[in-house]
Structures are given as structure tokens and as C-alpha cells.
């Protein structure tokens, strides 16, 4: 890994809520291979968004694991959602950590091409039903989005919005490691 400048890592925050109710550009959506309505932080955008975002999720066809695509927010405060897919946590031999790395650096890649998103929020990818090991997965996440950061000057912020005490905890903790190893 490259160092990673402080200016980057300033660019990156931690909040714990309610994704759906956050104000940024893009919201991104842990989603599954369908683009298909499901529980926990899917089922929450897509029931504050309505179902637009369904029949728009629809026509795009799917999405394979560990890729993004977008969709305009509807009735949410952010204008557009980016659906990443994660991966099934199997043990961590699959290929499961490439997998998620990429599911956050192609959501942020879309996010750079579309041209007009300043700020965008992640949920805590894979972490839910899927079963990805929480500290694993916010280490990944936050390296990931803080490389790319280091290359690329849009999204300008990043947030990481936990759904709980314990993730946020878990995020702060991965952005002060690499702090720790941060040039100025």
C-alpha cells in the first residue's frame, strides 16, 4: 500500500444513523446480485426512496458481486444511489476480501464518473446477513476508499454512516491505524 496523506483521511468520517436520512449526493446500497429489495440497509433505502427505485433497479438487469451501479434517489434526500454488491463472508477463502474492496472502489468509481457527486455514504458492506466479520470488513473499507482517495480528488467526502455503536467504533479505529502511518 502507498501512504496515505492526512489531508485524505480528512476527507473520510464516521457518523452512526440512519442512512436514508442523510444529506449527501449519493447514498450507497448494500446490495444483492438482483438489485432486488431486500432486508436490513436495502430494505431501508429502497422503502424511503418507493418504489421508483425498484422498477429502476429492475431495468438495469443485476449486478455481480463486488461491482456498483446507479440509480437516482427518488424520494430520498440524496439524489442518486449507488448499489454495491458485496460479498457472502464463506470463511474468508473465497476471495471474499477482493471482493469487498472492489464493491467500494467501483461504487466510488461510479460516483467520480457520474461528475456531479461531491459527498456519498457507505454502509458497513456485507456485514449484515451476508456475514462478513465486522472489524474485517471496516479495515477493508476504510483502506480501500482511503487509496483511492489518495488518487482521485472527487468524491470530495466520504462518510461512513454505521448502523450502530460497535461499527462506528470499528471504522474510527481503522482511519486512526492508518493515521498512525499517514505523511503529511
Not at 448494500?30 to 424511503?48: D, P, S, W
Not at 467520480?112 to 459527498?119: F, M
Amino acid at each position: 500500500m502507498s501512504a496515505i496523506h492526512l489531508a485524505t483521511l480528512r476527507r473520510m468520517r464516521v457518523v452512526e444513523g440512519d442512512i436514508t436520512q442523510l444529506d449527501t449526493d449519493a447514498i450507497v446500497n448494500a446490495a444483492n446480485t438482483e438489485l432486488r429489495r431486500g432486508g436490513g440497509v436495502c430494505g431501508a433505502i429502497h422503502r424511503a426512496a418507493g418504489p421508483e427505485l425498484e422498477e429502476e433497479c429492475r431495468r438495469l438487469g443485476g449486478c455481480p458481486t463486488g461491482d456498483a451501479k446507479l440509480t437516482r434517489g427518488y424520494r430520498l434526500k440524496a439524489k442518486y444511489v449507488i448499489h454495491a454488491v458485496g460479498p457472502v463472508w464463506r470463511g474468508g477463502e473465497g476471495g471474499e476480501d477482493q471482493l469487498l474492496a472492489s464493491a467500494y472502489r467501483r461504487a466510488l468509481e461510479v460516483a467520480r464518473d457520474r461528475g456531479d457527486i461531491e459527498s456519498i455514504a457507505f454502509p458497513a458492506i456485507s456485514t449484515g446477513v451476508y456475514g462478513f466479520p465486522a472489524d474485517r470488513a471496516a479495515r477493508i473499507a476504510v483502506r480501500t476508499v482511503a487509496e483511492f482517495l489518495e488518487r482521485n480528488e472527487r468524491p470530495k467526502t466520504v462518510i461512513f454512516c454505521c448502523f450502530g455503536t460497535e461499527s462506528a467504533r470499528l471504522h474510527r479505529q481503522a482511519i486512526a491505524a492508518l493515521e498512525e502511518s499517514a505523511v503529511e
